[in-house]
């Protein structure tokens, strides 16, 4: 069989193949083509966002209904969860939100003003690899001091999104750096994370961010969708037709604010990391999970690999 009817046979499947790329592929290269391609369809039509595997996301899906299931069945629906609320049903269409500051989130930040700038971001504590960027994760002990950020209002956002409780997986500081150096890999470039679709990541500017200032780049959910469906498979290989809506102007959203501000995503959504031009930016960063348990729990990573199995966010004793 001719590489132009193999060539055929797989477009039809698969989408556009290109027969050059056939011809210079070897036979296993295209077959791992075939078989992430294929995986990638199935996710797709599954309707997952991400290409974190289909174990992983069958049993997140799962264990995301476990926790409404328990929720509602204790009662907490009618108690806690408020089935209309603005910032839960734009996070719903769009795949994020901004959030004004409040006074109860500038309050707290300030509390934390003082460990931010001689602890938190003093570079012995960095566990950042790269040079313009310093990360803090905040320990056990120390999550206390970060519960006065989740106010009530956050946390009903957040559970009217779930329509359950939540629990933080891991909280760490970010600061960038300005550098001319902007890497060509990771977060700075366009990505879906690869994680469960139920992650939620929320941002709290302890600077004031803007497009010059470090200002997360996104595109919403539609445009999202529709560059899984053209075949957004990886970061580094970007197709023609992708490349023109990732570059769109009108298309691109800015994540920008004052001190105070939250910014709630779904990293899903495609977005890029960009460093600042001026100055550097502060963002203490939250990533949540639906939970099935009454208290808010503080699961680190280092303790907890959520990269494994949302069992191990069931049954882990760290809080
Ligand atoms: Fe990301």
């Not at 477009?11 to 077959?31: A, E």
């Not at 974190?52 to 899906?61: D, F, P, T, V």
């Not at 500017?205 to 560059?227: C, I, P, Q, W």
């Not at 102007?249 to 800015?254: A, D, G, Q, R, T």
Request: charge should be positive; proline fraction near 4%.
């Amino acid at each position: 069989m001719s590489n132009n009817i193999i060539s055929r046979l797989i477009g039809r499947f698969l989408g556009p193949v290109n027969p050059k790329h056939l011809n210079s592929q070897d036979s296993s290269q295209l077959f791992y083509t075939l078989v992430e391609k294929t995986k990638f369809k199935i996710t797709f039509i599954l309707g997952f966002r991400n290409l974190g595997g289909l174990k992983k996301n069958i049993s997140y899906y799962l264990y995301h209904k476990f926790c409404i299931f328990i929720c509602k069945r204790r009662g907490d629906s009618r108690i806690n969860y408020v089935s209309k609320n603005k910032y839960a049903d734009a996070f719903k269409l769009n795949g994020f939100f901004l959030k004004n500051p409040t006074p109860n989130v500038i309050d707290a930040l300030d509390l934390l003003n003082g460990k931010i700038s001689t602890e938190m971001c003093a570079p012995s504590n960095n566990t950042s690899s790269f040079k313009f960027v310093y990360n803090y994760y905040f320990k056990n002990e120390e999550f206390d001091t970060l519960r006065a950020l989740i106010t009530d209002e956050i946390t009903e956002i957040v559970r009217s999104i779930y329509q359950c409780n939540f629990l933080v997986h891991n909280a760490y500081l970010e600061r960038q750096f300005t550098t001319k150096d902007i890497p060509k890999r990771s977060s700075w470039l366009w990505h879906f994370d690869d994680i469960a679709d139920c992650q939620i990541k929320i941002f709290y500017f302890v600077t004031d961010v803007d497009k010059d200032r470090g200002a997360t780049r996104l595109h919403n959910l539609d445009n999202s969708k529709e560059m899984m469906k053209l075949g957004f498979l990886d970061r580094y290989k970007i197709s023609n037709n992708v490349e023109s809506i990732l570059t769109d102007e009108n298309k691109i959203y800015y994540a920008e604010g004052e001190r105070g501000t939250v910014f709630m995503f779904d990293p899903k959504v495609m977005h890029k990391s960009v460093n600042p031009e001026r100055s550097y930016r502060d963002i203490i960063v939250l990533e949540v999970f639906p939970s099935p348990y009454e208290e808010l729990k503080y699961l680190p990573d280092n303790n907890v690999d959520t990269w494994k199995s949302p069992l191990n966010l069931l049954f882990s004793k760290h809080q």
